[in-house]
């Protein structure tokens, strides 16, 4: 990732974790504001609509799920990366049932948190696009480019979440199944494969390992 005015805002009540995850946002380019409390994140002034928002589940007072749930009365839903530890696994279910684009287990690989960021903005970004289109306006405004430019340089970045290890696709079943590993993968999950022989069980399973905290381990088959 690399600044392309995307802003993203993080809301956990842990200090050492918000910090941390504002570090490596920043870290790849990308604005970052930090918040403490779903409270302070409602009540904020935000003049700037952010591209994804970061979220931690368990917040004291206004759950993240909550918080999820305002955001959706005022409009679309804005992208959100749920933050979840092993016992909020019934709530996390909640939030993806209400829209949660993606979802990480802590604590977080920094890597998966990157990659989810980043398909979140690209996803904010195709529907400011859309949205731009559907008012019919003949003239291309100067925002209407700039979202376009954002969206082909955010593909291009993330060309790579669509071939992971060996594995290489386009059809939409791939993209299903590669979303599935990358969701997975960071989590502590058990993981069972299943499909015909040589529809490429072991590339998923290799895939996994990549994408996962043992990576820079052996890979026993």
């Known amino acids: 990732m690399s600044d392309t005015g995307a802003l993203v805002y993080v809301v956990d009540d842990d200090l050492s974790a918000r910090e941390g995850v504002a570090r490596l946002i920043r870290s790849a380019g990308v604005m ?116 376009t430019l954002e969206k082909l340089y955010l593909e291009d970045e993330i060309r790579l979440d669509h071939n992971i290890g060996n594995m290489v696709g386009q059809g939409l079943a791939f993209k299903s199944i590669l979303r599935s590993v990358q969701i997975v993968a960071p989590t502590d999950s058990t993981v069972l494969i299943l499909g015909e022989t040589g529809t490429g069980k072991e590339l998923v399973a290799r895939a996994l390992h990549e994408l996962s905290a043992r990576r820079k381990g052996s890979f026993v088959l």
Do not use: W
């Open 32 to 147: 970052t504001k930090t918040f403490a409390s779903g409270e302070e994140f409602l009540a904020a002034s935000r003049p700037k609509t952010p591209s994804c928002l970061v979220l931690d589940v368990n917040l004291p007072g206004v759950s993240g799920l909550d918080v999820q749930q305002e955001l959706a009365k005022s409009g679309p839903q804005l992208p959100i990366v749920f933050l979840t530890g092993h016992g909020d696994i019934p709530m996390t279910v909640r939030a993806v049932r209400a829209g949660a684009a993606e979802f990480l287990t802590k604590p977080v690989d920094d890597e998966a948190l990157l990659s989810a960021i980043q398909r979140c903005i690209t996803s904010y970004v195709e529907e400011e696009i859309q949205s731009a289109e559907n008012i019919g306006n003949d003239e291309v405004s100067e925002e209407q480019q700039k979202l």
